[in-house]
Each structure stands twice: as structure tokens, then as C-alpha cells.
Nanobody
Framework: QVHFVESGGGLVHPGGSLRLSCVALGSVFSLYGMGWYRQAPGKQRELVASVTTDRNTDYADSVLGRFTISRDTRDSAKNTLDLQMNSLKPEDTAVYYC?????????????WGQGTQVTVSS
């Protein structure tokens, strides 16, 4: 069963921008905080940006000031999560995933999607 559909990745030069989008299929996800995670080759998956149901945002130090996360839950059956990425660096190269934040009653490990590849290279 598909829960999240990520899109918007691609190849970009250093200093460039990309906008990632995610559609969360299922009204249950509107009840939880959500985030964008990434996994670079040979590294553990990490949370880079998150947004709560109250739209409070948080960012990893490595992307603070460059990435902006936003969510739209007006359609309760299909809420969206975007990540605007500016001033991209080669170290931002990774597969990016959207998912819920870990909370009581829900585990992100049950919902990983295919992700979208972001490659920053000259």
C-alpha cells in the first residue's frame, strides 16, 4: 500500500534550487507532525526538516536557512508536504523521503515510500 508519493528530485548544480513535493494518502497523516528525511550513500537516514500539526517548523543545522518546509492539510484525505531547497550543496545529495514524525501510536518505519533522488553536482 502506498502512503506517500514524493516528487521533484533531480540533478542540480551547486547553488541551485529544487522544490520537493509529497502527497500523503490517507487522512490519518493530518493528525501527526511530518517531516522530510534524507539518506545519502553509506549514511544513516536523517531528519532534515519537520512541521507539526500547528505548523511549527524545525530544521537540521546543516539545512537551516536554506530549506523551507510547508504543509497543506485542507484536503483531509490527501495532505501535501513541500520542501523548498535553496543554495544546494553537493553534501545535500541523497534520496529524500517524506514521512510522519515518530509519535505515540504511529511509527514512521511502517510508511516509508520510494523517495526522490536529489543530486547536486557540477
Amino acid at each position: 500500500q502506498v502512503h506517500f508519493v514524493e516528487s521533484g528530485g533531480g540533478l542540480v548544480h551547486p547553488g541551485g534550487s529544487l522544490r520537493l513535493s509529497c502527497v500523503a494518502l490517507g487522512s490519518v497523516f493530518s493528525l501527526y507532525g511530518m517531516g522530510w528525511y534524507r539518506q545519502a550513500p553509506g549514511k544513516q537516514r536523517e531528519l532534515v526538516a519537520s512541521v507539526t500539526t500547528d505548523r511549527n517548523t524545525d530544521y537540521a543545522d546543516s539545512v537551516l536557512g536554506r530549506f523551507t518546509i510547508s504543509r497543506d492539510t485542507r484536503d483531509s484525505a490527501k495532505n501535501t508536504l513541500d520542501l523548498q531547497m535553496n543554495s544546494l550543496k553537493p553534501e545535500d545529495t541523497a534520496v529524500y523521503y517524506c514521512n510522519v514524525l515518530k509519535a505515540e501510536g504511529i511509527d514512521p518505519n511502517d510508511y516509508w515510500g520510494q523517495g526522490t533522488q536529489v543530486t547536486v553536482s557540477s
